[in-house]
């Protein structure tokens, strides 16, 4: 990876690991992803927004691009006012939130608690094990680009 590996070690208080490498630039075109998302089209993506991505609008826009249908509400008191989902054009396929506690909320109401949920924050400070009690599928950072959402999206059917 050319890069270097170290370790500072303070006696009584721990060590800290230290790494570098060489990394490209992903690459932003939706096209090697397209065919993996056209089993997706038109599903509904849930966006609850409370605020903590402060990319509403780019991640609406994200979801749309990708052929997907955003659906968004403004914070957890809206979750009680959607609707069941019964029937197909009822039904979200997956759930974007932007804290893990909006995601545990969710895992307590019985129509989300088996729907995918995908977690967006500028700053993810969840361990992977707290990410899984809190039902949280994947999680990644924002602001972030169709195509990791796309590709986040074609990770759960």
């Given at each position: 990876?050319?890069?270097?590996?170290?370790?500072?070690?303070?006696?009584?208080?721990?060590?800290?690991?230290?790494?570098?490498?060489?990394l490209g630039i992903a690459d932003t075109d939706l096209g090697p992803i397209r065919p993996m998302l056209r089993p997706f089209k038109g599903n509904t993506i849930l966006f609850i927004d409370e605020g903590h991505t402060g990319c509403k609008d780019q991640?609406?826009?994200?979801?749309?691009?990708?052929?997907?249908?955003?659906?968004?509400?403004?914070?957890?008191?809206?979750?009680?006012?959607?609707?069941?989902?019964?029937?197909?054009?009822?039904?979200?396929?997956?759930?974007?939130?932007?804290?893990?506690?909006?995601?545990?909320?969710?895992?307590?109401?019985?129509?989300?608690?088996?729907?995918?949920?995908?977690?967006?924050?500028?700053?993810?400070?969840?361990?992977?094990?707290?990410?899984?009690?809190?039902?949280?599928?994947?999680?990644?950072?924002?602001?972030?680009?169709?195509?990791?959402?796309?590709?986040?999206?074609?990770?759960?059917?």
């Amino acid at each position: 990876m050319n890069g270097e590996m170290w370790v500072e070690s303070d006696f009584g208080h721990g060590s800290t690991f230290f790494f570098t490498c060489k990394l490209g630039i992903a690459d932003t075109d939706l096209g090697p992803i397209r065919p993996m998302l056209r089993p997706f089209k038109g599903n509904t993506i849930l966006f609850i927004d409370e605020g903590h991505t402060g990319c509403k609008d780019q991640i609406k826009s994200a979801i749309n691009m990708l052929g997907l249908t955003a659906v968004d509400v403004q914070g957890q008191e809206a979750l009680t006012k959607l609707p069941t989902p019964t029937t197909k054009s009822h039904t979200y396929d997956c759930i974007i939130v932007d804290n893990s506690q909006t995601a545990r909320k969710l895992r307590g109401i019985d129509k989300f608690k088996h729907i995918p949920i995908v977690m967006l924050a500028p700053v993810v400070s969840v361990s992977l094990k707290t990410a899984l009690e809190d039902g949280i599928s994947s999680y990644m950072t924002t602001p972030c680009l169709p195509v990791d959402i796309g590709n986040v999206s074609c990770s759960h059917p």
